[in-house]
């Protein structure tokens, strides 16, 4: 097959990336997508650097087996703690998104006061605001945990008086403390907090979701190394792994995302 | 070395077990313990029986090789799914949480009504039910999944407001619809919320603690075998080992549950 129509490998701890699928869907139709989630070890948030880069490179290494002509790590926490070790460990291109996020704060921020709320792990790496002081040294970042978030998220409490006490409790300092006018969600569970957090938090803070930014910033990749897909693909192009439960997958593909996935497989890695 | 005064192989999902642990040591102050906490593919509960049965068994494995002369399974969702297995897979005793529960919760109920909050994973083996309802056709089981509580437990948010209102979204239908007058704490993590659940759900339900009737039946086992250690044992001669994060599990058992591990051990199980 011509390079060019090679499928892109994307993946995550476990359903949360799909946030970053459904972008790339949307932003780059011609391109077919291999997903692994991990979810038989997920959540990565919490575990340290060693685990997740060895996970990383089991996933990165069935990617390659599958041939992928470029990987996109669409979780926050291995994007954070694992991406130069893939850059070395794969012959093709690597993408986390931690840097598009950080490029699309530093644009938008007007007092350089940009806000991260992120798994432990990801905050912990500092890599957002290594990267937004690269491109901007004036730039100051808050950083805060958001631990609850994932299974809140998961248990489908989105709009809930549980999720609206959190967001507060986590988010309120970064604004009437730190003066934050531009906050990332940093990591692939928060955008579908998104609608919540606006409303909650009030007018005045960008937020900043970087699966949005990553497609972008994978059709820029695209484009630079000539390896756009020539071909439209449908959705059932598209192929779906993970390390377990397959059913439960779908479930939240479809209840969460409204993506239909009819046969998640699964795929073991130890 | 004499068999009675081999050490006991005791493992978890994560840190959770340590409850399961410190009654060991306040009842069994004979016997010396090899803890194994799966910290790098925690948690457990929302996991399929067969991937939780393939862990079991590679650390079952684990334990066999340091030499155990019984294995207890302190995870109440491993307990659920995977002890069959593991009686089936090692030569020595194995013995889950999920039946001594079962026995105690059947002694003390009046009306037959029994509650479980568990993980996910464990309300839906329906094993708690299998048990009680072996001992006593006549009882009824309501269960109940409270899958926030790990993660609450895990941030130190013990009396916190929003574990207050978890627990009566969790609990109340259970006493106030189900007419319970007993209610298994059917997870290792919930044990530390009892004082807080005992204070909410007020009198009148009898709170069953599957850690502290595990260390009962594990004296018994060790009776009944001829197994029990002869030596005192001290707190330097028990053994910790954990798949990631050897530092965290630490402070963990420190902060929450005033144990000194000074030298928890990195293991990478795959």
Chains 1, 2 share one sequence.
């Not at 011609?30 to 070890?41: S, V, W």
């Not at 060895?54 to 992928?68: E, H, T």
């Not at 006061?113 to 690269?134: Q, W």
């Amino acid at each position: 097959m011509e390079k060019n129509n090679l499928p892109i490998g994307v993946f995550d701890s476990g359903v949360g990336g799909l946030t970053v699928c459904r972008e790339i869907f949307r932003n780059l139709p011609n391109e077919k997508i291999i997903y692994f989630g991990d979810t038989a070890r997920v959540p990565y948030g919490n575990k340290s650097q060693e685990t997740i880069i060895r996970y990383s490179k089991q996933i990165a290494q069935f990617l390659v087996n599958q041939n992928v002509k470029a990987i996109v790590i669409a979780c926050n926490t291995a994007s954070a703690l694992a991406l130069d070790a893939l850059k070395d460990f794969v012959d093709v291109p690597v993408i986390g998104v931690v840097e598009p996020g950080a490029v699309a704060a530093n644009k938008v921020t007007r007092n350089n006061r940009i806000g991260v709320i992120a798994t432990a792990g990801t905050i912990s790496s500092g890599l957002y605001g290594r990267y937004i002081r690269e491109l901007n040294p004036e730039a100051q970042i808050f950083g805060q945990p958001c631990p609850l978030f994932v299974s809140l998220v998961e248990e489908g409490m989105i709009d809930d008086p549980v999720t609206i006490m959190m967001i507060h409790r986590y988010i309120d300092g970064l604004i009437e403390k730190d003066d934050i006018d531009t906050l990332i969600l940093g990591c692939t569970h928060y955008p579908l907090l998104r609608t919540v957090i606006a409303r909650e938090i009030g007018n005045g803070i960008t937020l900043v979701n970087p699966a949005y930014e990553t497609a972008n910033a994978l059709k820029d990749l695209l484009i630079r190394e000539g390896l756009e897909s020539t071909k439209k693909a449908d959705f059932h192009d598209h192929d779906f792994f993970v390390s377990d439960g397959t059913k439960k997958f779908q479930e939240f593909a479809k209840e969460v995302l409204e993506l239909d996935i009819e046969d998640a497989k699964l795929k073991i890695l130890e």
